[in-house]
């Protein structure tokens, strides 16, 4: 459940058009506190979503399928996400760009790289 205030509304809007899928209640989270409001989070979940796409990235998929997954917004949601990097956190944008791209084009090196991280 989400609860917003009307003066929230006003002052800021509402979820982004930007946003097909997901990421958008960050997106509005963050626009909150920069507009000053207070954000406050449950300790705990709220509702459970089963994760049902599976990884998607894996090299047994085509490069081809790959590409089509990072760029769905059920999967890692190109457009949005830089949309959303720029919006918040300009200064990560080129970073973020390489790590969608590594991680579609050698998705074993990224999951190599990841667990040594």
């Not at 796409?53 to 399928?65: D, I, R, T, V």
């Not at 089509?68 to 949005?80: A, C, I, M, T």
């Not at 959303?84 to 190599?112: A, D, Q």
Request: hydrophobic content about 40%; proline content about 3%.
């Amino acid at each position: 459940m989400l609860y917003v205030e009307k003066c929230v509304i006003e002052k800021i809007g509402f979820l982004d058009d930007k946003f097909i899928h997901g990421i958008a209640d960050f997106d509005f989270s963050l626009r909150a506190i920069k507009a000053g409001f207070h954000v406050y989070i449950t300790p705990n979940f709220c509702g459970f979503c089963e994760d049902d796409h599976g990884n998607n990235w894996s090299e047994s998929k085509s490069l081809k399928q790959r590409i089509q997954y990072l760029k769905s917004p059920l999967g890692l949601s190109y457009n949005e996400y830089l949309f959303y990097i720029k919006r918040h956190y300009p200064s990560h944008l080129l970073r973020s760009i390489f790590k969608l791209w590594f991680k579609t084009l050698w998705p074993s090196f990224f999951v190599f790289l990841n667990k040594k991280l």
